[in-house]
């Protein structure tokens, strides 16, 4: 890449310390001209950053990481300031007028890329350690860029061409008289294909699940009024969250509130109650946004009182869990089934049960570990290369031609290929980057 590229690389906003950065075949004499002599590389300098008339726009420091051993594999200058925003934009407006340009969202790390220091999968996880919203997601994202998933996807690649292997020399020696040794082989292929399915089928269940810690969940209360959801919600924010009163139709909007439950990010959605006995326009208008709410929901919570129904007309494909509150008064009442749940919000009796509960109807552990906070795009390519080895199998178990394995193992690996080194377009990467913050 020919062009030199500029932008602030730390958030916008008054602080104590800004990082401008710069990177490409001219960032050192663009340093240069505003810090004086550069420090050795991986060195820090005092300097006064000047400005092109000679004026001095600020006092801090500079660093410069030398080609290819910086984060772009480009030369990379990196000037330290004073966190004020009139700062910066001198500084980045200096280094524009002596021939940079301003940098795209995500380039630096695009660079990086196209420069070989990281692999997609790795550049992708740069974005997601950003914006991580819990520990476990952060603890993921950072396992993803040190190159963890890239390493099994790379292990689970090299099994397929192992595979391969043995596949085109039974195609070479399928001619041959020892039809014993032939034999041999296409049980080894067996075997190979069986140990690749297995390989991606975990990548797969984990990656599922890393996506779902990457997005987080929508969990919608939906409940009559006065049964205790928002004491709920209060109850599992540990806060006061949610206006509790003893009044009917209290809650009268959506209240949102995302929680980090057992590593996932989890939105609660606090609903008005629904009931049938009002002709106020904004309770009914608070009843239609808890009914439409479900639509994005990936759990419903039927809440109510343990001595009372509740069977709301939602579509009954929606996943759910029943909720039965109050058990502080009524302690008669017990749990029947995994899908329902006894608990006290007010009190806080059985919330772990709660929480159990709703982990496992949305199909994934409490305590998650994963290597990897997995993109629709990984988890589309995973399921492709899936496919093409069951599709393999299938052929090998039917006594098929051994051709039509060998094409089905090649779709796989090229699959599995594209989500760490994928032979795509600038318009697609552009697609992919677009989704980090300017200075990365």
Known sequence: MEETVVAPATPSGRGGISIVRISGPEASPIGESLCGEL????????????????????????????????????????????????IVDSVVAEAVSLGARIAEPGEFTKRAFLNDKIDLAQAESVADLIAAQTSSALIAASSSLSGDFSALVNKTIDGIVGVRVVVEACLDFSDEESVSVFDEQKVLVKRGVLESLGFVSS??????????????????ILGPPNCGKSTLLNALAKEDVAIVSNTPGTTRDLLRVVLDLGGLPVEFVDTAGLHENTEEAVEVEGMRRAVSAVDSADLVVLMSCVDEAFDPPI??????????????????????????????????????????????????????????????????????????????????????????????????????????????????LGDIFSEFCIGK
């Open 39 to 86: 420090p050795k590389p991986w060195s820090f300098k005092p300097c006064s950053i000047l400005s092109a008339g000679g004026g001095v726009l600020d006092s801090g420091l500079v660093v410069f990481f030398a080609a290819p051993k910086s984060y772009t594999g480009e030369d990379v200058v990196e000037i330290h300031c004073h966190g004020n925003p009139l």
């Open 203 to 220: 990548l797969l269940d984990a990656s599922r699940v890393g996506s779902k810690m990457r997005e987080g969940l929508g969990v919608v």
């Open 315 to 428: 579509d009954p494909s929606v996943r759910t869990l029943r909720v039965f509150n109050k058990i502080d008064v009524f302690p008669e009442r017990s749990s029947s089934g995994s899908s329902e749940v006894c608990i006290s919000a007010l009190t806080g009796e059985n919330l772990e049960g709660f929480i159990d509960a709703v982990f496992a109807c949305l199909g994934v552990g409490s305590g998650i570990e994963v290597p990897v906070l997995a993109r629709r795009r990984h988890l589309n390519f995973l399921e492709q290369a899936l496919a093409s080895l069951e599709s393999s199998l299938a052929v090998i178990e039917g006594g098929g031609d051994l051709v039509l394995v060998a094409e089905d193992l090649k779709e796989a690996q090229k699959f599995l290929g594209f989500i760490t080194r994928p032979v795509t377009s600038d318009e697609l």
